[in-house]
């Protein structure tokens, strides 16, 4: 699986940004797909995550502020994001998951990192 992600940018705070991922190769074989983030000097974290079934999944500081989606196809996935705080300055990655032998385990593949910055 190839992910390609594109959006993000400079905003400032109390604005709103939309990011975008695409899908390629064997897409039929994702379960999961979502975004994550890194900000600087910290560990990836979980940012939202459409499963099967469409339930959701968000990071406690991104609720009711980010929205996620993922097509039916789970071809492509975008993170509407409203309401942007400057702690939410960070570079997203876009996430698949697909399953593996072991179960509840899945595999990873991450898209490039699209870097977000919130100004105050």
């Known amino acids: 699986v190839q992910l390609q992600a594109s959006g993000g940018g400079l905003v400032q705070a109390g604005g709103s940004a939309r990011l975008f991922c695409g899908a390629s190769?064997?897409?039929?074989?994702?379960?999961?797909m979502g975004w994550y983030r890194q900000a600087p000097g910290k560990q990836r974290e979980l940012v939202a995550v459409v499963t099967p079934g469409k339930s959701t999944t968000y990071a406690d500081s991104v609720k009711g502020r980010f929205t996620v989606a993922a097509d039916n196809a789970r071809k492509s996935t975008s993170l509407q994001m409203n309401s942007l705080k400057p702690e939410d300055t960070a570079v997203y990655y876009c996430?698949?998951?697909?399953?593996?032998?072991?179960?509840?385990?899945?595999?990873?593949?991450w898209g490039q990192g699209t870097l977000v910055t919130v100004s105050s």
């Open positions: 190769g064997n897409i039929y074989e994702i379960t999961v």
């Open positions: 996430n698949a998951q697909t399953p593996t032998a072991v179960a509840d385990l899945n595999k990873f593949y």
